[in-house]
């Protein structure tokens, strides 16, 4: 029984798949497709596997802009769902959350409640910064220390900037009056900053690390 309502909700937008294969992961999909495995075994000792395949370029087919998640049960296309989509499986569900720079989660849930992160295809962006966190654990510190710098550091020189710019409505001035930044970079230091921004954002999304202050509440 899904005790959430926001997954009680997701779970009734579940359609039936239509049977067709999977398609194996391409070396020029990584900025475009998202693939996580989980492997089921049954009451009979069988093995299932199921595939979460999430193609980015589905966003902009969605009314919603948020795209959908396709549900592979050994090979076939067994559910598709619009994001955020929980499937039903074999003693839980499978959460998947989708945000603007890839996924915040793609998660097994067990019905006690556990949570396990689906294993991502090896070839995907996400498995290769997963065998990068195993291989070079140390390297991988430095590289989600310095990203996490690259998102903070144009977060905070913006926000006076912007502040800036809205205390100039008029509207707002005469209300609350206006507010000179202290802060003032040239235009192409702040493109500069937010190209740094989207780049540390795309880095986290390879780890599925989301926080709604620094990713964006979407």
């Not at 430095?142 to 913006?158: C, D, H, T, V």
């Amino acid at each position: 029984m899904i005790k959430n309502h926001k997954w009680r909700k997701a779970a009734q937008r579940v359609k039936a798949g239509n049977g067709r294969s999977l398609k194996p992961f391409r070396w020029w999909q990584p900025l475009n497709r998202a693939l996580f495995y989980l492997t089921l075994t049954n009451d009979d000792g069988r093995q299932t596997v199921f595939a979460v395949d999430v193609p980015y370029w589905q966003q902009f087919q969605t009314d919603d802009g948020k795209g959908k998640a396709h549900l592979y049960l050994d090979g076939k296309h067994h559910a598709e769902s619009k994001l955020p989509a929980a499937f039903p499986v074999p003693g839980g569900m499978i959460i998947v959350e989708g945000s603007v720079f890839g996924l915040k989660r793609c998660d097994y849930v067990t019905t006690e409640g556990s949570k396990q992160q689906l294993s991502p295809d090896e070839r995907s962006a996400e498995g290769r910064r997963a065998r990068l966190e195993r291989e070079h654990p140390a390297l991988s510190r430095w590289i989600g220390f310095l990203s996490l710098i690259m998102l903070i550091i144009p977060i905070l020189l913006a926000i006076p900037q912007v502040i800036d710019a809205v205390s100039q409505v008029p509207p707002i001035a005469e209300r609350f009056g206006n507010f000179n930044s202290p802060i003032a970079l040239p235009i192409w230091l702040n493109i500069t900053l937010g190209l740094c921004a989207v780049a540390a954002s795309m880095e986290r999304a390879t780890r599925l690390r989301w926080n709604a202050l620094l990713d964006g509440s979407s």
